[in-house]
């Protein structure tokens, strides 16, 4: 098969999307928008890129952010161990390489966090690099192109599309050929109903030839989704509430909650208060149930959360809230999951809607 490339770069002259970070060469901000674009679409990362280059414009600034601060900036965005690893490599880049950012394939490797893929992007598309990018868009064209069964989430898949990638790069602009592939991948290739009608890539496409386009690429096996059961204790006592930071290893590290309680299957209230964890929480003291929110269930890329919050008013905390009460009027400015933030929006749409009503 001839080389692609020169159909792609022409095809991305006319059909590349225009996105901020693809007006810079500053390894920083491309690098900055590679992590947010990880299991993000560019439509909801675009706002989050902007308030990051806002509020850190260099490798320095984001060094010396607190982790909350970037935590909090990160809010929405999911896969937190992402905007963690950011900010440690940062602080890798202002104390191993002085501040500026590292300029070979390895050095840009060697970052919290960044894996091939990413190191790829960087270096090619800040310094001409001749490293082939490899992601999802990348293994779908490839896969469609050359009509390849090797399943893509095998050793040997990944290496196969890997060689691939390299052998097609266009050497003389390896930034922009890597941009091409992977918005012809988001744009035309796309996951269902390929463009294939108007695909300039049509003719030499072999999963096209055979009518395997629905079937490319190929994935081994799908990881288990895992169910679990989430009670939290939303409790009040006067102007202020308890919130409790997330530790050990589990999703969400780092993140601020309510006091949670977690059961291996669904559990109503009465068996909720029965719990050792419910009376540490609320104490001996006087308390009352105000109301139960049902959230529908929180997916993540391997597991369902089946979250229930229970508002409870209390005349005095009890020794283990205490310690971890905090002005309501200030939720706002702690870094909370998604499915909390979720919860508060609904709250606070409830209370309006109390008030509309007196």
């Known amino acids: 098969m001839d080389r692609i490339a020169p159909i792609l770069l022409d095809w991305y002259d006319r059909e590349g999307r225009d996105l901020p970070w693809r007006r810079t060469r500053d390894p920083y901000r491309i690098w900055l928008s590679e992590v947010i674009l990880q299991q993000t679409r560019v439509a909801q990362g675009l706002d989050y890129y902007l308030r990051f280059t806002a509020r850190f414009p260099d490798p320095g600034a984001l060094a010396a952010a ?21 900010h440690a490599a940062a602080k890798q880049v202002a104390e191993r390489f002085g501040g500026i950012f590292p300029r070979t394939f390895d050095e840009v490797r060697s970052l919290r966090g960044v894996g091939d893929y990413t190191a790829a992007a960087v270096c090619s598309i800040a310094y001409d690099l001749p490293c082939a990018v490899v992601d999802g868009n990348v293994y779908r ?166 979250a229930v919050f229970h508002r409870i008013e209390t005349a005095a905390f009890a020794p283990a809230a205490r310690c971890g009460a905090v002005p309501v009027e200030r939720l706002g400015d702690y870094a909370v999951p998604r499915l909390v933030e979720r919860y508060l929006e609904r709250a606070d749409d409830g209370a309006s809607a109390d008030q509309r009503s007196r």
């Open 66 to 86: 607190s982790e909350d601060e970037v935590l909090k900036l990160w809010q929405g965005l999911g896969y937190y161990s992402r905007a963690r690893n950011l």
């Open 141 to 306: 064209v490839l896969a469609r192109l050359f009509d390849l069964a090797e399943p893509i989430d095998t050793t040997a898949g990944r290496r196969l599309f890997a060689e691939l990638a390299q052998a097609e790069l266009d050497l003389r602009h390896p930034g922009r050929y890597n941009q091409a592939i992977m918005d012809f991948g988001a744009l035309q290739c796309t996951p269902a109903q390929p463009q294939c009608d108007t695909c300039p890539l049509a003719e030499r496409c072999l999963a096209l030839g055979a009518g395997t386009v629905g079937q490319r690429p190929v994935k081994q096996g799908r990881t288990k989704v895992r169910d679990r059961w989430f009670h939290y204790l939303h409790i009040v006592c006067g102007d202020r509430t308890v919130l409790c930071r997330r530790e050990g290893r589990d999703i969400w590290q780092g993140l601020w909650e309510f006091p949670m309680i977690e059961t291996d299957g669904a559990a109503d209230f009465a068996a909720l208060c029965r719990t050792e964890a419910f009376r540490a929480w609320t104490g001996a003291g006087e308390w009352r149930l105000v109301r139960s929110v049902v959230m529908p269930p929180h997916r993540l890329s391997h597991q369902a959360l089946h």
